[in-house]
């Protein structure tokens, strides 16, 4: 009987780690989403690229990019940035920025 008790004892502690985990996880996937951006688009002869701005912690600029010649997509990623600042994308000659946004880093 004894050491069923122990199991039981042991199983039990076991979820509650795991629960705390779980509860300490929790914030930081809700502290990504607080992440708030905007962007404006840029020309720089011959590419075209974004200027993104992010409030709510350090981030880096991401824009998914399409060919004009082949419709083909790709992503490019920019500078970190500080809350506040801004990334710089630029997408390759040939291309435009279809989609513009911001990731934690």
């Known amino acids: 009987m004894r050491s069923l008790q122990r199991s039981a004892g ?3 502690a076991l979820m509650l780690a795991a629960g705390g985990l779980m509860a300490a996880a929790s914030p930081a996937s809700a502290s990504a989403s607080a992440l708030s951006c905007g962007y ?6 011959p590419h075209k690229g974004a200027a993104i701005t992010c409030t709510g912690g350090s981030f880096t600029g991401v824009i998914d990019c399409q060919r004009t010649d082949t419709g083909a997509v790709y992503r490019h990623f920019g500078n970190r940035a500080s809350s506040g600042g801004t990334s710089t994308v630029w997408c390759d000659v040939n291309a435009k920025v279809i989609w513009a ?3 934690p880093s």
Do not use: E, I, K
Request: net charge neutral.
């Open 40 to 45: 404006q688009l840029v020309s720089g002869n």
């Open 101 to 103: 946004g911001g990731t």
């Open 10 to 12: 042991t199983l039990a």
